[in-house]
């Protein structure tokens, strides 16, 4: 009497397991976040270098890299910039880390225009947004705060000056009188930005 032949298991490789349905053997890391390390069933993101997450985890370490320029990936540190613009919403207070000028580093204030610059034209920028502490300074007094950087900051001083819903306080242009940045002062001038009772000081 012959014996009916066994069935062969297939015993997957480290870092695989077994498809239940299919039966193959499976990179562990194709369908496991490596964030929290759990399987990946609903809710996943792809990045560009092909590495998936939960959306959920992507997002916080999306945040956690708040302070990088440029995000990069859990897995192989590749800039993610592009997904974690996806998943995280647009935030006007972004262009209070660019306001800082660096005394001598050329690179580096070029980099933080282009910045200002990017967030500042976005459709979505709150011209108005202040700084989230005690000041409460808006984004038009901390581009004008700084005579050396003016020179860098102008055209997106200009830029703000032309929207109609710009509110420019009084005490913003008191300190550019009291400071005698007379520069500042002819463009806010041109724009007709400078309250009544304070014209005869210009």
């Not at 992507?58 to 890299?65: H, I, R, Y």
């Not at 660096?102 to 282009?114: I, L, T």
């Not at 703000?160 to 008191?174: A, G």
Request: aromatic share 8%.
């Amino acid at each position: 009497m012959s014996s009916s032949p066994t069935k062969k298991r297939t015993r997957c490789a480290k870092g695989t397991r077994k498809n239940k349905k299919t039966g193959n053997c499976e990179s562990v890391l194709d369908n496991t976040c490596a964030i929290c390390l759990d399987r990946i069933i609903a809710g996943n993101i792809k990045t560009k270098c092909k590495h998936n997450f939960h959306n959920k985890c992507l997002t916080g370490w999306c945040k956690s890299q708040k302070m990088q320029d440029i995000p990069s990936c859990p897995i192989c540190r590749a800039d993610i910039k592009d997904t974690c613009k996806k998943l995280m919403p647009f935030d006007s207070h972004e262009v209070f880390r660019y306001t800082e000028v660096s005394y001598g580093s050329k690179k580096a204030n070029e980099h933080k225009v282009d910045r200002l610059t990017e967030i500042i034209h976005n459709p979505k920028f709150d011209i108005n947004v202040t700084y989230q502490d005690l000041r409460g300074d808006s984004i038009l007094w901390e581009l004008n705060d700084n005579k050396y950087s003016y020179p860098l900051f102008k055209p997106l001083i200009e830029f703000l000056l032309k929207k109609p819903d710009i509110i420019v306080s009084n005490e913003l242009v008191s300190d550019l009188i009291s400071r005698r940045h007379n520069e500042a002062i002819v463009l806010f001038k041109k724009y007709k930005k400078i309250p009544q009772h304070l014209k005869s000081l210009v």
